[in-house]
T-cell receptor
């Protein structure tokens, strides 16, 4: 599975959009981009995933560049409860259960 | 989020004890996972079960023994652990072979080995 690079930390003002970048320059054609977050000492929470088209759900939007070498997770109106570590993971979806390889992630601090 | 539950939430045990961690999923999934998260480190995959068969064992020491009696339940049996095994143990589940295999995590068991 391809390796990802994320900034170790970011700050965001409450109510503003949080844009979290991820580089995955070695991604292959059949690898998806997944985003999870982990609030302190809790289990990771699935946010969104995509292959090459931009995706949006009730939590966030995922923007993937045309060459698929990078992506951005957008939280449109960040709240204090969005403070967490955000993980960008690229992986192939497998028939027998595919593992997630977590990196260090980006620690997002939403400030009042 | 109560789709994946884990018990106990906190566990303190001595190095000579035997204990078990339990995971239960209520999502109709057929793949289950154990992950370990040590302090200041990324999550590490330990075991994968798909359709109740172990399909991956990530070089985990034999003092950790998983059991998957059915598609809804997963156990991690612990014996003669070391202090460095203290960590957050996370269970996850997904649909294996389906249109989506997104993994959903439980809240974790915080284990302390004295």
């Amino acid at each position: 599975d391809a390796k990802t690079t994320q900034p170790p930390s970011m700050d965001c003002a409450e109510g503003r959009a949080a844009n979290l970048p991820c580089n995955h320059s070695t991604i292959s054609g059949n690898e998806y981009v997944y985003w999870y977050r982990q609030i302190h000492s809790q289990g990771p929470q699935y946010i969104i995933h995509g292959l090459k088209n931009n995706e949006t759900n009730e939590m966030a939007s995922l923007i993937i560049t045309e060459d698929r070498k990078s992506s951005t997770l957008i939280l449109p109106h960040a709240t204090l409860r969005d403070t967490a570590v955000y993980y960008c993971i690229v992986r192939v979806r497998k028939n027998q259960g595919g593992k997630l390889i977590f990196g260090q992630g980006t620690e997002l601090s939403v400030k009042p | 989020e109560t789709g994946v539950t884990q018990t106990p939430r906190h566990l303190v045990m001595g190095m000579t004890n035997k204990k078990s961690l339990k995971c239960e999923q209520h999502l109709g999934h057929n793949a289950m996972y154990w992950y370990k998260q040590s302090a200041k480190k990324p999550l590490e995959l330990m075991f994968v079960y798909s359709l109740e068969e172990r399909v991956e064992n990530n070089s985990v020491p034999s003092r950790f023994s998983p059991e998957c009696p059915n598609s809804s339940h997963l156990f991690l049996h612990l014996h003669t652990l070391q202090p460095e095994d203290s960590a957050l143990y996370l269970c996850a589940s997904s649909i294996s072979g389906g249109a989506t295999d997104t993994q959903y995590f439980g809240p974790g068991t915080r284990l302390t080995v004295l």
